[in-house]
């Protein structure tokens, strides 16, 4: 059913409330999710949703790295097996383009504010495409930065630092003070950091350089930052850039530890929380929870939540879209204006979850001191959206966006091995876009 709602069919559902009660035939939908906190916070709010509208949620979980594959296959056939799906920021234009999610542009017409409620920034790059909105966002993995405070306001390392480097020891507003600062905190075992003697090495930087796509995410807020992206306005991946990025992301590996080459976020998260690094490179504000355990694990450690150098970093979130072989529609876009709302986002804060709605994370509840170990981030991730306002990368608006997200970390990680030069790398990328796209890609914001 690709036909869009009626006001009289929004009206008509709305009647579910008063009739949950007596629901004796509830309305059966699926939602296909990616495993995990993303999912599990949101139990409760499936609940409530299916007692307030006579429905029954089947929610099926599945690994993050399975789940686009999984959602292909099901979308492709029509089967009609997933009535919503959780998409990744990438993939949302070639949903739309191939005709496997239905618009929302009018049922979201009778509630404006779910819309106008969501970040800016974050509502152009994962809900618009082509004239239309696709969904709503449910939680966002939005980057900045996480480094510790407690190293740049010691005495003895600012008076070091300056000695060194000629300039304050300070949060990096520049890649190459980034780049100062991880060269500095590298130490090995029986060197002192905050005139204390280490026992072990430490390292200034921690890297998601494994074999994974997050390579690219940190990848991005450098190549955003130089005015560049992963793909011209011609549809094509500018090399010459691509190169200079990943060389110095190359370059900052022997900054970092050595396990740097086989993690992702948690791994990086683990050797915070385990005091071997001192800060991260663009990184993903919804570890904040995570991140912020380092105060409790590392005596003296005191963890910020700040903007990436240059004030460009990865921006996204998982939106919750409706399939366009649902058997419910109806329903389906219910439950996203549900789960996207602001009485579950708001629930969801209140959970440390990494909200999309602008009055939740500006509400002044979650600056205090109380909320600092679950909201911490929330400040920073205004910033953020702030800075990247009017912001839109081309990876987003081409229907090939999704295949080429899913394979280029794979001549990006073989840079960061050794296995190939930052060149050859940024060539390899370029010749597999042009593969997939068979030639230029098409750009449609």
């Known amino acids: 059913m690709k036909k869009l709602l009626a006001a009289a069919s929004v009206l008509a559902l709305c009647a579910g409330h008063a009739q949950a009660n007596e629901c004796t035939n509830p309305v059966q939908i699926t939602w296909s999710t990616i495993a995990g906190f993303y999912t599990d916070a ?43 799906v959780t998409l990744e ?16 542009t009018e049922f979201l017409a009778e509630r404006p504010d779910l819309v106008e409620d969501v970040a800016p920034t974050l509502r152009s790059i994962t809900v618009e495409y082509d004239g ?71 390292y200034g930087v921690g890297l998601m350089a494994g074999p ?33 990025v990943l060389a110095h992301y190359v370059g900052l590996l022997k900054f970092a530890p050595p ?4 993690v992702t976020y948690d791994g990086v998260m683990n050797q915070m929380r385990d005091g071997q690094i001192a800060m991260t ?8 929870p995570n991140a912020v355990k380092t105060e409790e694990s590392v005596p003296g450690a005191v963890i910020a939540a700040i903007e990436a150098p240059g004030k460009r970093a990865y921006v996204g979130g998982f939106l919750l879209a409706v399939s366009s072989s649902s ?19 708001r629930q969801f804060a209140d959970m440390g979850g990494a909200t999309t709605l602008m009055s939740v994370l500006s509400d002044p509840v979650y600056e205090t001191a109380e909320r600092r170990p679950l909201n911490g981030e929330y400040k920073t991730l205004l910033q953020v959206f702030e800075s990247m306002k009017g912001f839109s990368s081309n990876l987003f608006n081409t229907p090939f966006g999704a295949k080429i997200y899913n394979t280029m970390h794979i001549p990006l990680q073989s840079a960061a091995a050794g296995q190939i030069t930052p060149r050859q790398a940024a060539e390899q990328l370029a010749a597999d876009v042009a593969a997939i796209c068979g030639g230029p890609c098409p750009i449609k914001r």
Request: proline residues 5%; hydrophobic residues 40%; glycine residues 8%.
């Open 132 to 202: 239309n909105i696709w969904g709503l966002p449910y939680y966002t993995y939005s980057a900045g930065m996480f480094i510790r405070q407690d190293l740049l306001d010691d005495p003895i390392e600012q008076a070091a630092f300056q000695e060194r480097y000629g300039y304050p020891l300070a949060r990096p507003e520049t890649w190459e003070q980034h780049r100062d600062i991880a060269e500095f905190f590298t130490r090995k075992a029986g060197e002192k950091l905050k005139g204390q003697m280490l026992e072990r090495d430490f």
């Open 42 to 84: 949101m139990n409760q709010f499936v609940a409530s949703f299916e007692k307030e509208n006579c429905a029954k949620v089947q929610v099926i979980n599945t690994d993050n790295s399975q789940l686009y594959n999984k959602q292909v296959i099901e979308m492709v056939g029509q089967t009609g097996a997933y009535d919503v």
């Open 327 to 345: 058997a419910n529609p109806e329903m389906a876009m219910r439950f996203v204006a549900h789960i996207g709302g602001p009485e579950v986002q």
């Open 259 to 262: 396990a740097a080459l086989t």
């Open 281 to 288: 490179h663009g990184f993903f504000l919804d570890q904040w």
């Open 89 to 104: 920021t990438a993939e949302k234009a070639e949903f739309a383009a191939n005709g496997f999610i239905l618009p929302m």
């Open 212 to 244: 994974f796509p997050d390579i690219q995410d940190e990848l991005s807020a450098q190549l955003w930052g130089m005015g560049s992206d992963w793909l011209t306005d011609e549809g094509v991946v500018p090399v010459d850039d691509v190169e200079k």
